[in-house]
């Protein structure tokens, strides 16, 4: 799983990249590649995705009338961790972009700013959504042995 510190860091080392890429490629005066207004709508989608999918392994490891092949649930739980991870990461590139074009130099500028940010911000919701749809497809060690083993008896 997932730790905050893993999270801290996707995040920072997208954030760092950005401001940095953006920076240099600003200051070579080439033009800032376009980011599409709706952009931030891809990784809302993937969150309630991940958080629907992941919310089926919940109830089917709480005993629910759900049922989902074992496969199935471990590939949830490995796109859950993606989704934590490169939603952190995507998160910080987004904000990133957006501290280093939010200059008020032009009004392009300011639209891909203001585009940078939601997708950013967007980003990181799906990073939460990927942790929690991790936390919510482990299963405890403690819950595959038998009482008498987990006494040690």
Not at 19 to 30: C, F, H, R, T, Y
Not at 121 to 140: K, N
Request: charged residues 10%.
């Amino acid at each position: 799983m997932t730790s905050p510190l893993q999270m801290a860091s996707w995040f920072f080392l997208g954030l760092l990249t950005a401001l940095l890429g953006v920076s240099v490629w600003l200051d070579s005066a080439m033009p800032l590649v376009s980011i599409p207004q709706l952009a931030w709508t891809i990784p809302l989608i993937l969150a309630i995705t991940v958080l629907s999918a992941a919310w089926q392994v919940r109830g089917m490891a709480k005993g629910g009338a759900a049922r989902v092949n074992p496969l199935t649930a471990a590939r949830i739980a490995i796109f859950s961790q993606a989704c934590s991870r490169g939603g952190m990461l995507l998160g910080g590139i987004g904000i990133g972009m957006w501290l280093a074009v939010d200059a008020g130099q032009a009004t392009y500028l300011d639209e891909q700013a203001s585009h940078a940010l939601w997708t950013g911000v967007a980003s990181v919701l799906l990073g939460g959504a990927g942790l929690l749809g991790e936390w919510w497809c482990s299963i405890d060690e403690d819950e595959d042995e038998p009482p008498a083993a987990a006494a040690g008896a």
